[in-house]
């Protein structure tokens, strides 16, 4: 069965800190696909990235960065220097054959 | 672009009552639409996956007696909750694909901006 598993629930920072999210995926399949989004209090949600799984290379866009390792099935997420405009909840999702599934967000405060 | 409209934005109504929530994909054609339902504080889950023409796939645990999803074209899909009572009140999300092209076109969903459903 597919799963992605978000074990922080909540995390709460200062800002200017650096903060890595974390996101563990289960499937069977070879090809399937990750994303991260971000859903601020309005609700929205807002896609942040994709990655196939045969796409390893770690991707940088300004403050965010993705490190996906299938070797852990990881696919974590960083934010550097954070800013209170990053507090939201960032969900990670896997998706198979157009299905997604979410984990759980992850909350994130940036003081 | 690719955007998604939802209306309404948020509605409350009466116990027992039935409410219409529509998916519109605005500068494509959505061969594929999706339903989802946010508790607060907790994960999207999908609801039913809905093609334009054809029954709408339910997930397991979903009636969908009482969820009716209409795809009656390439830009619309709408939810029906019938009867609803308080413990429907959530977020309801759709999200659509474009028309087939291509190889991963199904792995691209463009979120609308969810319905708040508010039961009393």
């Known amino acids: 069965a597919q799963k992605v598993t978000q074990a922080q629930t909540e995390i709460s920072v200062v800002e200017k800190e650096d903060v890595t999210l974390d996101c563990v995926y289960e499937?069977?399949?070879?090809?399937?696909?990750l994303f991260w989004y971000k859903q601020p209090p309005s609700g929205e949600l807002v896609f942040l990235i994709r990655?196939?799984?045969?796409?390893?290379q770690n991707e940088i866009s300004g403050r965010y960065s993705w490190n996906f390792q299938k070797s852990t099935s990881s696919f974590n997420f960083t934010i550097t220097a954070s800013q209170v405009v990053d507090s939201a909840v960032y969900f990670c999702?896997?998706?198979?054959?157009?299905?997604?599934?979410f984990g759980q967000g992850t909350e994130l405060s940036v003081k | 672009g690719a955007v998604v409209s939802q209306h309404p934005s948020w509605v409350i109504c009466k116990s027992g009552t039935s409410v219409k929530i529509e998916c519109r994909s605005l500068?494509?054609?959505?061969?594929?639409m999706f339903w989802y339902r946010q508790f607060p504080k907790q994960s999207l889950m999908l609801m039913a996956t809905?093609?334009?023409?054809?029954?709408?796939?339910?997930e397991q645990g979903v009636e969908k007696d009482k969820f009716l999803i209409n795809h009656a074209s390439l830009t619309l899909s709408t939810l029906t909750v019938t009867s609803a009572h308080p413990e429907d009140s959530s977020f309801y999300i759709c999200?659509?694909?474009?028309?087939?092209?291509?190889?991963?076109?199904?792995?691209?969903?463009?979120f609308g901006p969810g319905t708040r459903l508010t039961v009393l």
């Open positions: 999200s659509a694909t474009k028309t087939r092209a291509g190889t991963d076109w199904l792995n691209e969903q463009f």
């Open positions: 499937t069977r399949d070879t090809t399937y696909y």
């Open positions: 990655r196939n799984s045969f796409d390893e």
């Open positions: 999702a896997l998706s198979q054959g157009g299905k997604l599934i």
């Open positions: 500068d494509f054609q959505a061969t594929t």
């Open positions: 809905s093609n334009e023409g054809s029954k709408a796939t339910y």
